[in-house]
């Protein structure tokens, strides 16, 4: 997550609720937000063990990088780890949230574009903050919130 600067004591600080959340599922096919050619969410069954028929080896590793943010901040925080869309939408119009953080690999860009626009649609006011690795590519400036301390 871009925690620059502290930006995440800045806000939290101020009593703000956080949402941290991975892109939504499903993972590793062929759809509008990416193929399973550039996208092996399952490092062995789609690259190591692939061969291997059913008995393939399907692991899911946990999004470590959000939940570290999650146990060291002061503030309300809620953490989605491999949500579907619809438990994403679901999660952001129960509860408002001030902080909308979104975690990801570049190759999940499509669906980090997808998960700020229905976080501009259903609670507008809530910052975004995209994954720094994400922050670099020129079409994220008008997604995400420009962080300042």
């Known amino acids: 997550m871009a925690v620059e600067g502290g930006c995440f004591n800045f806000f939290t600080r101020n009593g703000a609720r956080v949402l941290l959340s991975s892109v939504f599922g499903p993972y590793c096919q062929d759809d509008q937000y990416g193929s399973r050619a550039i996208n092996p969410m399952e490092l062995f069954h789609n690259q190591v063990t ?4 059913s008995f393939s080896l399907r692991v899911f590793h946990p999004s470590l990088g959000i ?12 953490l989605l780890d491999f949500p579907t869309l619809e438990i994403f939408e679901h999660e952001i119009t129960s509860h ?3 902080i909308i953080g979104i975690s990801s690999i570049v190759a999940n860009v499509g669906k980090v574009k997808k998960m700020c626009e229905v976080v501009r649609a259903l609670s507008p006011r809530s910052r975004i903050v995209v994954a720094a690795t994400l922050r670099r590519f ?3 400036k008008p997604w995400s919130t420009p962080i300042t301390s």
Do not use: M, V
Request: hydrophobic residues 25%; glycine residues 4%; proline residues 14%.
């Open 138 to 140: 020129p079409p994220w």
């Open 96 to 98: 408002h949230y001030d």
């Open 50 to 53: 692939r061969e291997q028929g």
């Open 67 to 78: 939940r570290l943010i999650q146990a060291n901040i002061s503030a309300p925080c809620t």
